[in-house]
């Protein structure tokens, strides 16, 4: 079994220099000792967009344009065409040999970024909930009657939109 424990700095600095180096998900999480569900997920969470210059291009990036031929990007049906290698395969564009031909949109993983993300979720989830003295009392006020009486949700089924 893979280590479970968080990703380190360290890897995630691993991580970026062989999507750099183009290699896929699965060696990425052999190099790392991480499953590769672990790599995957890491690198679709931190992964940066930088949407494709739509400007004097063709606007239809649609994978189902060719059956409708009518796409403007707004039906149901709109679908961005994917790119195998990025998708399926390393996660992000980091140093693609398409990169400056590519119209689609484009990923990039940075290990930095992807550092102070996860370090900015952890301190925000063991902060808890910042409520003034005055706004925890009129909550307090709101919740413990019908703790008393009745459930929270019965509450809110009477309470009108």
Partial sequence: MKNASKLSFDQRCKIEEMINLRKRKFEIADEIDKSRSTVAREIMRHRK?????????????????????????????????????????????????????????????????????????LTDARQGVNLTRSELIELAHIICPLIKKRTIYLYYLTQSP
Avoid: H, M
């Fill in 49 to 121: 967009l930088k949407p494709s210059n739509l400007f004097n291009e063709n606007a239809y990036n649609c994978s189902f344009f060719k059956d409708c031929k009518v796409c403007t990007g707004k039906c149901s049906l709109y679908q961005p065409i994917k790119c195998p290698d990025r998708d399926r395969y390393i996660g992000a564009c980091n140093n693609c040999p398409n990169l400056k031909s590519c119209k689609l949109d484009k990923y990039f993983y940075k290990a930095k970024i992807a550092q102070k993300s996860y370090e900015y979720t």
